[in-house]
């Protein structure tokens, strides 16, 4: 089961480097520039398949993090949390299943989402009894699991018209269930480090899946698309910088909750680091990389010090930390509008990640207020948010890339450049 999911699992960096094969795009986001005042609902106004199949992947690996989230608040009995972090998987169920009745047939919705429900319910159950000690409830719950993974394998399997494999989507759902399992056993017993690195892989993992059901699921018209090298990129792109979007989340909350599980929830937010830089090695080279990752981890450490000073009630530390990060938005925006020269520019994107900034600062706020709600709605939006920062940036990547080709470069491979990170 685990040599699936490695299957299943797309390495960062060989995708990363398909963008040197692409001519690059010109389609822009719709949305307007993020800003610290940004509202947190989020309007999708595009409509193309491969951008759906985007949202889906979004969407699926969003639902890990969040029901790994929803088990956690069980297992440290913090009810208030519990209830934002229910009424957060239940807006991600809704919109998952709402996107899989565009994607492929409102027909399938009637289907899906009780499916998708009763296995988040389970989930939940499994948890509540780990945190009770009741191994009975307990294994009922992994019995019910197990039934829920196989119905909804079969079900969605059933639908591809032959092009998914049932085993290899059961042993996919059955991998994702074992993940949340796993990590809920592991934080019940203090194991952090296990628990987190289980948390990244689940992550990972899901939102794979989601591309292994849009390329199953869709007409051929439209899965040819999701072969593109600039539609992988943006996909790619936005699975890493949206997982530093939670990850930011998760070691900000043990930052001013001052949890037993920092140092481990530090080790993830690297870990994410390390691929992001990984990534821009393989498509600027290793100096460039470098130079993003001395500011990157500059932009990490003044967020995660303002969540220290939230803690210690320290304002001055807080403004410190405020105006660090005004400063790394200003250099990440000049090094990046430089690297793809200037086809993003320096203010709009000083503007974009001073709201990226602005949204986390603003949802470290809430949660050390104890407004559980006002933080995930928050999160809920800088996560989509990211996506949409993700695209501009991997068209803008992959022209740049692509303009560095030699002539003939985008038919010989990948135009006599290195690949690998």
Known sequence: MRATGRMLQRLAVPIFCAALLTGGSTVRSGHPPLTENSTVHVHHVRQSAADLAVRLQALFGQHSVLAADAMRSRLRGDDDFVQAADAALGRNTDAMTDLMGQLFGSDM????GPLWSGHVVELV??????????DSTREDARVELVDYERRLSEYL???SDGRLDPPAVHHALAAHIEHLTEQADAYAAGDYATADRIYREAYRHLYDVGLVLADGL????????LREPVWRLRSQLGRVLAE????VEHVTRAAVANTPDFDAAAAMINGNTRDLVAAMSALFGADVAGDFGDIWGDHIESLVAYSGALAAGDRSAQAR?????QGYERRIAAFLSAATGDRLTSARLATAFAGHDGMLLRHADAFAARDYATAHDIAYAVYEHG????RELADAFGETVAAALPRGGAQTGYGGLAVGG
């Open 109 to 112: 919705v009637g289907e899906f």
């Open 125 to 134: 159950a499994y948890a509540s009894a780990v945190a009770g000690r009741d």
């Open 157 to 159: 399997a059933g639908l």
């Open 218 to 225: 869709l007409p051929a018209r439209d899965r040819a698309e």
């Open 244 to 247: 530093h979007v939670v990850l």
């Open 321 to 325: 930390a405020k105006n660090e990060l």
């Open 387 to 390: 996506f949409d920062l993700a």
